[in-house]
C-alpha cells in the first residue's frame, strides 16, 4: 500500500487531537515561548507548561543544575510566575502559535492543587492539566502525595472536581512498583498518566567537602534515566486503559519509537532540548521518516507492540 507524502501523525488523548505524539516536557520549554528562537513550536503536538501555582514561588537557591556523565542533576524547586500572571501574560501570546497547550499544575496542600485547577476552569486555550504528583525538589507538596497510591487518588479526586478539563497525572518514578499507584490513579478519575518525572540523586563537591545541593537531593533526568523510564512507562501501559504519556531521557526519534512500542501514546522531550535547542522539530520529522520508509499507516500499528508480543 503507498503512503501519502506526509504520514498522519494525529492521536487523540482522552478527548483532545494532538497533531503528532511529540510534547515538550514540563520545566525544559518554560511557558513554550522560550523555544520559539530554536523551534517553530507548531510542528509539535504539546507545548507542557513550567509548574504553575496558584502563587508566584521563587524556587530554590543556586546551584540549580549539576552535569552527570549522562544527563543532569536539578532543584529548580518550581520557580514559576503563578496561574494569574501565566493566563494573562503569557497564554495569549503562546496560543497564537498552532500547537496545543497543557498546563503543569501543583501545590503545597490539596486545596492548594484544587485551586490552581479551578484557576483554569473555562480557559479555552489549555486543552488539559497535567498534574505533577512527583517533583522531589520540594519540601511540601508534589512528591509527598505522589508516592502512596490512596493518597494520590484523594488529590486526583479533588482535583478531577475542580476542573473542567482532562487531566493526566505525572507520577514519580521514585517508588518501588508504579502499577498500583497507576492504577490507583486510573481508578480516581485520572484521564491519561505522564512518567517519569526525576529520579532521586545526589552530588558531592569534593573541594568544597559538601553537597552540591543545598538540598542534598535533586531530580536526575536525561539519558541516564531512559531505560527506567522505558521499563515503567511498559509496566503502566501493560495495566491501565487510559493513555500512558513517556518521558525520561528521550533524545532521538529512536528513542521516542522504542516508548511508543512499550506502550506509550505519546512522549515528552526534556533535557534533550538543552542540549539540542530545536531537537522535538527532528524527532518528529524522523518519526515521519520511519513510518514512510516501512510503509506503516499509522503508529497505531506499532503502539505497545512489545506488550503484545510478549504476551
Ligand atoms: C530543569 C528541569 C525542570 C523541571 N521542572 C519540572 C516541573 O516544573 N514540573 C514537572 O512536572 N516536571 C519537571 N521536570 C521534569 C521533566 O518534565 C521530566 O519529567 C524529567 O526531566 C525526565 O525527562 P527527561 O529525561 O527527558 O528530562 C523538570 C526537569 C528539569 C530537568
Known amino acids: 500500500m ?31 515561548l522560550e523555544l520559539l528562537d530554536s523551534l ?9 507548561t513550567k509548574g504553575i501555582s496558584a502563587l508566584p514561588k521563587r524556587g530554590n537557591p543556586p546551584p540549580r543544575i549539576c552535569e552527570t556523565p549522562a544527563g543532569v542533576l536539578n532543584s529548580i524547586g518550581l520557580e514559576n510566575i503563578g496561574a494569574e ?3 494573562i501574560d503569557v497564554l495569549p501570546e503562546l496560543s497564537r502559535h498552532d500547537t496545543n497547550i497543557i498546563a503543569n499544575i501543583f501545590g ?11 484557576m483554569f476552569r473555562g480557559v479555552k486555550e489549555v486543552c488539559a492539566l497535567e498534574v505533577n504528583l512527583s517533583c522531589p525538589n520540594v519540601k511540601k507538596g508534589s512528591i509527598a502525595f505522589g508516592r502512596d497510591p490512596d493518597t494520590a487518588a484523594r488529590l486526583i479526586k479533588k482535583v478531577k472536581k475542580s476542573t473542567d478539563k482532562p487531566i493526566i497525572a505525572k507520577l514519580t518514578p521514585n517508588i518501588t512498583d508504579i502499577v498500583p499507584l497507576a492504577r490507583s490513579v486510573q481508578r480516581a478519575g485520572a484521564d491519561g498518566v505522564s512518567l517519569i518525572n526525576t529520579l532521586i540523586g545526589m552530588a558531592v563537591d569534593v573541594e568544597k567537602r559538601r553537597a552540591v545541593f543545598k ?13 527506567v523510564a522505558l521499563r515503567m512507562v511498559w509496566e503502566a501501559a501493560s495495566n491501565l486503559s487510559i493513555p500512558v504519556i513517556g518521558i525520561g531521557g528521550i533524545g532521538s526519534a529512536r528513542d521516542a519509537l522504542e516508548f511508543i512500542m512499550a506502550g506509550a501514546s505519546a512522549i515528552q522531550v526534556g533535557t534533550a532540548n538543552f542540549t539540542h535547542p530545536g531537537i522535538m522539530g527532528d524527532i518528529v520529522e524522523d518519526m515521519e521518516t520511519y513510518i514512510k520508509d516501512r510503509n506503516i ?15
Do not use: C, W
Open 2 to 32: 503507498t503512503n501519502p507524502a506526509r504520514p498522519d501523525m494525529s492521536v487523540e488523548l482522552f478527548g483532545v487531537r494532538f497533531k503528532n505524539r511529540v510534547m515538550g516536557a514540563s520545566g525544559t520549554v518554560g511557558y513554550g
Open 40 to 48: 517553530d513550536i507548531s510542528r509539535i503536538g504539546a507545548v507542557v
Open 85 to 87: 500572571r501565566f493566563i
Open 108 to 118: 503545597e496542600t490539596m486545596s492548594d492543587y484544587q485551586r490552581v485547577a479551578s
Open 215 to 227: 538540598n542534598i537531593t535533586a531530580g536526575l533526568s536525561g539519558p541516564a534515566v531512559r531505560p
Open 297 to 311: 499507516n499509522t503508529l497505531d500499528t506499532i503502539q505497545g507492540i512489545i506488550t503484545r508480543k510478549h504476551s
